[in-house]
């Protein structure tokens, strides 16, 4: 399972556009690209995924260029509350993911 | 549906001990997952099971852990004999398909 890279820790203020990065130069062919966000003392929470181009929800939109080799998570004006990990795993045909150790943002007042 | 249940969530144990950590995944999922949490490593997956029978079990560290899933309501994530290492957040999830897996609220294990 291809693994992902992410920054380690990411600022902002609230009402801002946040966009986090994600690398996966080995994902395979069958592999969706799904994001999640985690808070202190929570298990991971699903936010999005997207399989190629663009989808967005209620609460975020994912980017993912046509060679599909990274992936762009961004959060419309974020407020304190929307500080927490976030992590891009991609998972495939048989439901396996990889977490690795996320992206800590810091929504500051 | 109450989720993904998970129990303890919190267990503090010796060196040595036997710890069994226990899961109830959402009714109808038919897979489950057993990650482990820490701060040098991260959210590592550990073994899955789809349909009652373990897949993956890859990411189990030693023999000192072992996983079970006797139904499609309950699991089980055992480590004998426990040691300092092992001290970490330890999370259940479940799910029906490749798109959303759903968290339990995990059980923190600190061994002594």
């Known amino acids: 399972l291809a693994k992902t890279t992410q920054p380690i820790s990411m600022d902002s203020y609230e009402g801002q556009e946040v966009n986090i990065t994600c690398s996966h130069n080995n994902i395979a062919t069958n592999d969706y690209i799904t994001w999640y966000q985690q808070f202190p003392s929570q298990g991971p929470r699903f936010i999005i995924q997207?399989?190629?181009t663009k989808v967005t929800n209620e609460v975020a939109s994912l980017f993912i260029p046509a060679d599909r080799k990274s992936s762009t998570l961004s959060l419309p004006r974020v407020s304190l509350s929307d500080t927490a990990v976030y992590y891009c795993?991609?998972?495939?045909?048989?439901?396996?993911?990889?977490f690795g150790s996320g992206t800590k943002l810091n929504v500051k007042p | 549906d109450a989720g993904v249940i998970q129990s303890p969530r919190h267990e503090v144990t010796e060196m040595g001990q036997e710890v069994t950590l226990r899961c109830k995944p959402i009714?109808?999922?038919?897979?489950l997952f057993w990650y482990r949490q820490t701060m040098m490593r991260g959210l590592e997956l550990l073994i899955y099971?789809?349909?009652?029978?373990?897949?993956?079990d890859s990411g189990m560290p030693e023999d000192r852990f072992s996983a079970k899933m006797p139904n499609a309501s309950f699991s089980t994530l055992k480590i004998q004999p426990s040691e300092p290492r092992d001290s970490a957040v330890y999370f259940c999830a479940s799910t029906t398909s490749a798109n959303e897996q759903f968290f339990g609220p995990g059980t923190r294990l600190t061994v002594l």
């Open positions: 009714s109808g999922h038919n897979s």
């Open positions: 099971f789809n349909n009652n029978v373990p897949i993956d």
């Open positions: 795993p991609l998972s495939n045909n048989f439901n396996k993911f990889y």
């Open positions: 997207g399989y190629k």
